[in-house]
């Protein structure tokens, strides 16, 4: 894999450079599960290359028609890139271009940040196209919404687990749309039937006549043909690459550090930014003393903005020291007294009193209570979540008349282009974003309020300035997980199987700011993801949603998003009923399950491999299960604990995954294992709290962390489909909370409803 899949070409980064010293009734339905089909175009690349872009159906009205465009230098197959689009299609949203040396590039337009992109991507293209999968390289797109739109997400950004949902047709349809024309284009050359020939890695051969001719020299005749229509693609059964377990290409870069994160950009006379934003949400900056910060040396300059003040220096060391002899004071505004009752009030007031946007309506639930013979009332919590990704939060920008260079990892390029245009004033064309690897991402990454920041200092400097925020800047002014608060209700007949069901979600509504025109009639389809689409039978059913904003407290996904919520108290609250109705909870849920043969077969799975039922678990232990339909994919996890004096201790996980069709199966892996781990933090340990307005956590030392030593065995087992490929970088976390949860229960006989479930533990 070469240097072009890691670094953002033309960046411009130096990497020997140095920092110096230290370092309807039924309401809107929505769902992202939406089938998507897919066009393929043929492109030829200026001087000489075969270019495939393809296209997708507009997603709403108002995104209108495209125009066919190429990235710069490249031309389009058929016509010029002034030629329309297809009817109904957008221009081009990704591109393979085959040079005349053979070398396949792929233009990435998903970023890596630990999800495996960067390999299973590549491994449509080589399955197709039938070259070795090392042979692929890849460069960053560019930020174009027309040429690399996710219609899963609306728009160019990374997230939602959508990577190989919005890749798996359009990418193998691509490489088999190449591999077809380069062996007309051989057939042509040798004057045999196209029949006779076939593709085999990175060649095409005729075994009649013992001939091959490499892709290289076949491009330029290849891009004069009339591109095909509708070519079949393989059969899994032949797959080659798909399906097969590939190390990760991007792996040897990371480990002998030659990998290029945003963190790491150097450019040539590069200065430091430290910075101190007001420590209260939504306060200013009122003045500052900097008298002793300026006769630090290395201290270049100190300079304001609207909430924060950045002190630059030669080197980082010198702008922290210079940073620490501030005097600064702070207009603290109206947010300076609220506190986490507050907040809690408002939310419980809201459920009590709040009108609801329906989410899901069935049946008459009035009347399924009153024939109830039980009903079960529960109130359930969540709090704010910092993302805390490993790489802090950071931005490189150099602010110029002419024009404006931007150099960090971001999931939302297009994004940034946008903030930049609106702070220096600079049309699109002159701003420049050179993406990098994402430290992780986790939806932090989503925002661009770390760009908006280095971007306002940059342009009263003139001269490249790179900006890190430190650990305790980063979690006490993350953009947070909201609060939710969930008011949920069942009614049981004799037999103890729900026949009413109540739910009601509030909460800050993420869509209203992120995306307005998702956000309809009240209703955000995030916040009530999975809590109304249930995979269980249940025959009256009335979700709302009631939208409470946490006053000045700023608000974004966290990875796993609505499903994590979600997941958490559906499930929690399923475990409950089988309680009330003394039936095991996976006899429980089966007896649910009979119209969702995939959630049973996971739960089936994953209660098998964990011993459920067949072996016996010790005093002071206890065994949950939870079982999720989120991101297309299917999960069931059993979790055992051990509960000791209000510690708990995760012995193991035991994860059933249906995703669909598997790319690589190494990734799936990883990417559960992780998400578990991810999952287990934030259930045990992680709250953000306020108080006077400030975060009170600051550091990892009490925005805790799981430790390696406290890192269960983890068991994922991956069963096989023939449906189309499901999301898999957030599911694992979605569905962890509730099964450990569950198992606190069995081992103590203590229902825990908020999270995170360590403190309530302690308190209970």
């Excluded at 039922?613 to 069931?636: E, L």
Aim: charged share 20%; glycine share 10%; proline share 6%.
């Amino acid at each position: 894999m070469s240097q072009g899949l890691l670094d953002a070409k033309n960046s411009a980064t130096d990497t020997t450079g140095t920092e110096g010293a230290a370092p309807d009734a039924n309401g809107p339905r929505f769902s992202r599960r939406t089938f998507l089909k897919f066009s393929a175009t043929v492109g030829a690349a200026a001087g000489g290359g075969l270019l495939l872009g393809f296209s997708v159906p507009a997603l709403s009205q108002g995104q209108g028609q495209g125009q066919a465009q190429a990235l710069p230098g490249k031309s389009v197959i058929g016509g010029d890139a002034s030629e329309p689009a297809p009817a109904g299609m957008f221009a081009p949203n990704a591109f393979i271009q085959i040079d005349t040396a053979g070398k396949v590039t792929l233009v990435m337009p998903k970023v890596e940040m630990g999800q495996g992109v960067y390999t299973s991507i590549p491994m449509l293209i080589a399955e197709e196209l039938e070259v070795p999968l090392e042979s692929v390289t890849l460069d960053h797109a560019p930020p174009d919404e027309k040429l690399f739109m996710d219609p899963l997400l609306g728009g160019q950004l990374t997230g939602g687990s959508t990577s190989i949902r919005y890749a798996w047709d359009p990418m193998r349809k691509a490489g088999a749309t190449a591999r077809v024309l380069l062996i007309n284009a051989a057939a042509q050359q040798w004057q045999v039937d196209p029949a006779t020939c076939h593709a085999q890695a990175g060649q095409v051969i005729h075994a009649a006549s013992n001939r091959s001719i490499g892709y290289g020299q076949l491009v330029d005749a290849a891009a004069k043909l009339p591109a095909p229509q509708n070519v079949p693609l393989k059969d899994p059964k032949d797959f080659k690459v798909i399906g097969t377990s590939v190390k990760r290409l991007d792996s040897p870069e990371k480990v002998d550090g030659t990998a290029q994160f945003g963190l790491d950009v150097r450019v040539p006379d590069m200065v430091y930014a430290a910075i101190a934003t007001c420590p209260v949400f939504g306060g200013t900056l009122a003045s500052v003393d900097d008298s002793n910060a300026k006769k630090i040396a290395g201290v270049r300059q100190v300079v304001k903005v609207d909430n924060a003040v950045a002190v630059i220096g030669d080197h980082t060391w010198a702008a922290k020291r210079g940073l620490a002899t501030l005097d600064i004071k702070w207009n603290e505004g109206a947010g300076a007294n609220l506190s986490m009752k507050q907040i809690v009030d408002d939310l419980a007031s809201a459920a009590d009193h709040g009108t609801g946007a329906v989410a899901r309506k069935d049946g008459d639930v009035a009347k399924g209570f009153s024939d109830a013979k039980t009903r079960v009332d529960a109130v359930y919590q969540q709090p704010f979540l910092a993302h805390a990704t490993m790489e802090p939060v950071n931005c490189t920008v150099h602010v110029r008349p002419d024009g404006c260079d931007i150099w960090l990892g971001t999931q939302v390029p297009t994004r940034i282009v946008d903030a930049a245009v609106k702070i220096t004033g600079l049309p699109a064309e002159k701003i420049t974003v050179h993406n990098h690897l994402l430290g992780g991402g986790f939806g932090r990454r989503l925002e661009v309020d770390m760009a908006a920041q280095a971007l306002k200092i940059g342009k009263q400097l003139g001269t490249p300035v790179k900006v890190v925020w430190t650990r305790e800047e980063d979690i006490q002014h993350d953009m947070y997980r909201p609060y939710y608060y969930d008011k949920i209700s069942a009614g049981l007949d004799a037999n103890g199987k729900p026949i009413a069901w109540q739910h009601r979600i509030v909460g800050s509504s993420i869509m209203a700011r992120f995306a307005p025109p998702a956000f309809q009639h009240g209703l955000d389809p995030d916040a009530v993801e999975v809590s109304a689409d249930l995979p269980y039978d249940l025959p009256n059913q009335f979700i709302d949603y009631v939208r409470q904003e946490p006053r000045t407290v700023p608000t974004a996904f966290w990875r796993g998003v609505g499903p994590t919520r979600g997941t958490f108290v559906v499930e929690s609250f399923i475990d409950e009923l089988a309680a009330q109705a003394k039936v095991d909870p996976v006899k429980y849920r089966r007896d649910l399950l009979g119209k969702s043969p995939r959630a049973l077969n996971v739960l089936d799975t994953a209660t098998r491999a964990a011993g459920w039922g067949s072996t016996s678990v010790p005093k002071g232990q206890g065994r949950g299960v939870s079982v999720m339909n989120a991101f297309g994919s299917f999960f069931s996890m059993v979790a055992d604990v051990t509960v000791d004096q209000g510690e708990v201790t995760v012995n193991r996980v035991v994860c059933a995954v249906d995703c669909g069709m598997v790319v690589n199966p190494n990734t799936i892996e990883a990417q559960v294992q992780g998400g578990i781990i991810f999952g287990i933090t934030a259930a045990l340990y992680s709250e953000i709290t306020i108080k006077d307005g400030r975060v009170e956590q600051n550091n990892f030392t009490d925005y805790r962390m799981l430790r390696i030593d406290q890192t269960p065995s983890i068991e994922v087992h991956i069963v096989k489909s023939t449906e189309a490929p499901g999301g898999i970088g957030e599911p694992g976390t979605a569905a962890l909370a509730p099964a450990l949860a569950n198992a606190i229960y069995a081992a103590t006989g203590k229902r825990l409803r908020q999270l995170p479930v360590g403190d309530q533990l302690q308190s209970a």
